[in-house]
């Protein structure tokens, strides 16, 4: 199975290491960071897709990639450091290009992982 992790900080961390407990997982990251925590932690050799996703190339990545599956992986904060202030207006849009993806798109949560 293809997944696709979008985020590699803090909760990307998290949800990279579980994924990889699974050795017929692929995990595919996309993150617009230089140095993202994941590959500072060494969870990931190399970030896969290096961009900002948002929902104005959301699909476009999904196209490239071809995942089975896309967990996004990062917090309101983390939309936050590279959006606008109002990180929130990322949300909303991402939420509306969901349902036009042809994989199964999961936001994860800080509670389910337990980073709060």
Same mark, same amino acid.
């Given at each position: 199975?293809?997944?696709?992790?979008?985020?590699?900080?803090?909760?990307?961390?998290?949800?990279?290491?579980?994924?990889?407990?699974?050795?017929?997982?692929?995990?595919?990251?996309?993150?617009?960071?230089?140095?993202?925590?994941?590959?500072?932690?060494?969870?990931?050799? +190399?970030?896969?897709? #290096? %961009?900002? *996703?948002?929902?104005?190339?959301? &699909? !476009?990545? $999904?196209?490239?990639?071809?995942?089975?599956?896309?967990?996004?992986?990062?917090?309101?904060?983390?939309?936050?450091?590279?959006?606008?202030?109002?990180?929130?207006?990322?949300?909303?849009?991402?939420? +509306?290009?969901?349902? #036009? %993806?042809? *994989?199964?798109?999961?936001?994860? &949560? !800080?509670? $389910?992982?337990?980073?709060?």
């Amino acid at each position: 199975m293809r997944v696709l992790v979008i985020g590699a900080g803090r909760l990307g961390v998290q949800t990279i290491r579980q994924l990889k407990k699974n050795p017929d997982m692929e995990v595919v990251v996309a993150d617009p960071h230089e140095r993202p925590e994941a590959l500072v932690e060494g969870v990931i050799d +190399k970030v896969d897709v #290096r %961009a900002h *996703v948002t929902a104005l190339n959301f &699909c !476009e990545v $999904v196209e490239a990639v071809e995942p089975d599956l896309v967990l996004l992986a990062r917090t309101l904060e983390d939309w936050e450091k590279t959006d606008t202030p109002m990180g929130t207006q990322y949300v909303m849009g991402m939420e +509306k290009e969901l349902t #036009r %993806a042809d *994989v199964p798109v999961i936001p994860v &949560c !800080e509670e $389910v992982m337990g980073t709060r």
